[in-house]
């Protein structure tokens, strides 16, 4: 089976850095996806990782291992606008055109 | 910028009707797909289609779900006999490719709110 495993919540200050960590272990591994979901909204991509390391674009950074199956996707000066839900995930590749969520990690930015 | 768009927004159907999801890819993208997401609950792959045909389907996607593409520009999610479970923020989404690269990002559409009485 596919195992996504997020944190369910993280708090963080307003212009403060924030890493979201996700682990992976699924069948097949093609690379990793970083989403962005605002409540009763529609998941908006964030950053792609197929090759181990990181990847930076201007406040966000993904990082991966793919020895590890780890991720993190680092928010850097946080802002109130950045509270949401991120979502970890896998591409399977390999014939499997498919994205498996983790859970998402709902993130609240406070003053 | 291009995006994915979906309508309705919002369906309320009573259980047993049959319900049509519309959806308007990317133009220039060739990988369609259907997720859904039940309140509270993490997005789930139904299933993924190119060329005219399905590539690939999760075990949700039973044999009251359908898709099609019936024109150049449409993709629809059909299930024939909704049930209450049913319930659930069905997302469209579609990506340039799948070989590699951000080609294969899957970019999503607003979704349609779907409540089964």
């Known amino acids: 089976g596919q195992n996504i495993d997020q944190p369910t919540e993280m708090t963080a200050t307003e212009g403060a850095i924030v890493q979201i960590n996700c682990t992976y272990q699924?069948?097949?591994?093609?690379?990793l996806f970083w989403y962005q979901q605002h409540a009763g909204e529609a998941p908006t991509f964030l950053s792609y990782?197929?090759?181990?390391g990181l990847e930076e674009k201007g406040r966000f950074s993904s990082f991966l291992s793919r020895s590890k199956g780890y991720s993190y996707l680092l928010l850097k000066e946080l802002q109130m606008k950045d509270s949401a839900s991120y979502l970890c995930?896998?591409?399977?590749?390999?014939?499997?055109?498919?994205?498996?969520f983790g859970k998402g990690t709902k993130l609240s930015v406070i003053p | 910028e291009p995006e994915v768009t979906q309508t309705p927004s919002h369906q309320v159907t009573q259980m047993g009707q049959e319900v049509i999801l519309r959806c308007v890819p990317i133009?220039?993208?060739?990988?369609f797909y259907w997720y859904r997401q039940i309140l509270g609950q993490k997005v789930e792959f139904l299933v993924s289609?190119?060329?005219?045909?399905?590539?690939?389907k999760s075990e949700i996607f039973d044999d009251q779900f359908s898709v099609e593409r019936p024109d150049g520009s449409n993709f629809t999610l059909k299930i024939r006999s909704t049930k209450l479970e049913d319930s659930a923020m069905y997302f469209c989404?579609?990506?340039?490719?799948?070989?590699?690269?951000?080609?294969?990002?899957?970019?999503f559409g607003p979704g349609t709110r779907l409540l089964v009485l």
């Open positions: 989404a579609s990506s340039e490719g799948i070989m590699g690269g951000l080609e294969e990002t899957q970019y």
């Open positions: 699924t069948s097949g591994f093609n690379g």
């Open positions: 990782n197929v090759l181990d």
């Open positions: 995930a896998a591409y399977l590749g390999a014939g499997s055109y498919q994205l498996t």
């Open positions: 133009s220039n993208h060739l990988y």
């Open positions: 289609f190119y060329n005219n045909e399905i590539s690939e």
